[in-house]
């Protein structure tokens, strides 16, 4: 599996980079994990505009999802070879209505849903083209999924946004790679069930024997090199700071 960062910032995109999004391939297929603000424009960077394959949205705060408004006049009012034809988008139940919602001013209430084919996330196993992906709900304000993607016997766990949960080291045990969010700072913020710390996101990667840990969805106002300090401190695998253009071979 090729896993690269098309964006990384929390909350907000930062100076450097999108909101979250990351991109995943293997055997020709090409799944995306979250769409943030900024990243339509970062992904073309990677991929063409009309070569995704399907889109797995951990939850709908805007900084996960908001540009597949973008993508959507992207692929309804494509010029060149007419509209698209619709692309497998798995997220929380009310999907379609938030992005409706969010656009606003679609032709219709049904447009959404004739670019894209959305699939009601639930916690549990299937199969998104080549790879084999467990879902798990995690703690977060409004629901949200972390998943685990498998292929080839390579494995890569995307804990989306939680605090601390048993479902989260659940899908990181055994990972080859972690990608964790660290929107925190160990000692400043203790909010239970919205995010973790650089400490925290170490402590899963240590508990579950994970080959790497990359840290993400760091905001602007956090400090990125203390949350890699707390991470080393009780993770002694190697550990990254998430970037825009990272690329990782799992």
Same mark, same amino acid.
């Given at each position: ?80 070879? &007419?509209?698209? #034809? @619709?692309? /497998?988008?798995? $997220? ?6 938030? +992005? ?59 804990? &989306?946004?939680? #605090? @601390?949960? /048993?479902?989260? $080291? ?6 080859? +790679? ?73």
């Amino acid at each position: 599996m090729k896993l690269t960062v098309v964006g990384c910032s929390g909350s907000f995109p930062s100076a450097e980079s999108a909101c979250s999004s990351y991109l995943v391939e293997a055997d020709g297929f090409a799944l995306l994990l979250d769409m943030g603000n900024g990243a339509l424009g970062e992904l073309q960077r990677h991929i063409g505009l009309y070569d995704l394959d399907a889109i797995f949205l951990s939850h709908l705060h805007a900084d996960h999802c908001i540009d597949m408004c973008a993508y959507f006049v992207a692929r309804y009012y494509r010029h060149e070879g &007419g509209r698209c #034809g @619709t692309i /497998p988008v798995y $997220g929380p139940e009310g999907t379609e209505r938030r +992005l409706t919602t969010a656009y606003d001013d679609v032709p219709d209430e049904r447009s959404m849903s004739e670019v894209f084919d959305f699939r009601t996330l639930k916690s549990g196993t299937f199969e998104i083209g080549p790879f084999q992906v467990r879902t798990e709900r995690v703690s977060h304000p409004v629901e949200a999924y972390g998943i685990r993607i498998e292929h080839g016997g390579r494995s890569l766990t995307y804990s &989306g946004d939680t #605090g @601390t949960c /048993p479902e989260l $080291g659940l899908l990181a045990d055994g990972s080859d +790679l972690f990608l964790c969010e660290s929107s925190f700072t160990h000692g400043k913020e203790d909010i239970p069930g919205l995010h973790l710390n650089g400490h925290e996101a170490g402590e899963y990667a240590h508990g579950g024997g994970v080959g790497r840990l990359v840290l993400t969805h760091i905001p602007p106002w956090t400090d990125p090199e203390q949350n890699l300090a707390d991470a080393r401190a009780v993770y002694g695998g190697p550990v990254d700071l998430a970037y825009a253009g990272a690329v990782y071979e799992i």
